[in-house]
C-alpha cells in the first residue's frame, strides 16, 4: 500500500530529486556517477507515517539518519 520512495542527494553538487520508484532512483545515480564522478548516495522511506519510527527500533535499512 505504501510507494516506495528514493531521495537521491549528491555532497558534491547539492543534487537532490525524489523518486516513487527505486529503479529510476538508482538510474538517475548511475548516470549522475558517469556524467559528473560525483558519489551520489539516496534516503529511502523517509516520507511514509510511522516507517521511520519502526525503521528506529528495529534498525532496519541500515541506513545512517544522523548528519
Ligand atoms: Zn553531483
Given at each position: 500500500m505504501t510507494t516506495p520512495r528514493a531521495t537521491v542527494r549528491c555532497p558534491e553538487c547539492d543534487l537532490e530529486e525524489t523518486f516513487s520508484k527505486l529503479a529510476t532512483a538508482r538510474i538517475c545515480i548511475e548516470e549522475h556517477r558517469e556524467e559528473t564522478g560525483h558519489d551520489p548516495e539516496w534516503e529511502l522511506?523517509?516520507?511514509?507515517?510511522?516507517v521511520e519510527k519502526m525503521g528506529d527500533q528495529a534498525g532496519v535499512c541500515g541506513i545512517p539518519t544522523s548528519k
Open positions: 522511506g523517509r516520507f511514509a507515517p510511522g
